[in-house]
């Protein structure tokens, strides 16, 4: 069996007058991301890391935020499509390990249904997805409240 490794990292900044999306669900607070999409730093951290375990680039190559048709588009879909480029070329997902910084909202009522969301996209059972909600202790620009950051570790096996 070959197994690979990827990492990921997203960041957007902090706004009023946007939804705020993570993981896949939208969470109630008083500004959301600023993106080309729904700007879902949890999702795009996932793409990114299994892109990079299947060795296939990131998710600004595959989906530009030059290109109109992902504006404002759901991060769901973006994940679907990034699952079926590493499925195609033989992977499947093992395990994910991921963090989301952020000084509020306060994110762990919501990662029961984030794992749900995030299972259900990716066809995986819930227990290999791993979702962790920290601060920054006040620090740098999350501490500030002036953008949210995610983190994500993926394992994925050639079939």
Known sequence: MKIRVGFGYDVHALVPDRELWLGGIKI???SGLLGHSDADVLIHAICDALLGAANM???GYHFPDT???YKDIDSKILLRD???LIREAG???GNI???VAAEQPKLNPHIPAMKQ???HVM???ENDISIKATTTEKLGFTGRQEGIAAYASVLIEKR
């Open 28 to 30: 109630r607070h008083t």
């Open 57 to 59: 680039r990131d998710i």
């Open 67 to 69: 290109a109109g048709e």
């Open 82 to 84: 990034t699952l079926k």
């Open 91 to 93: 992977y499947e997902l």
């Open 97 to 99: 390990d991921a963090t």
């Open 117 to 119: 969301t995030l299972a």
């Open 123 to 125: 066809q995986v059972d």
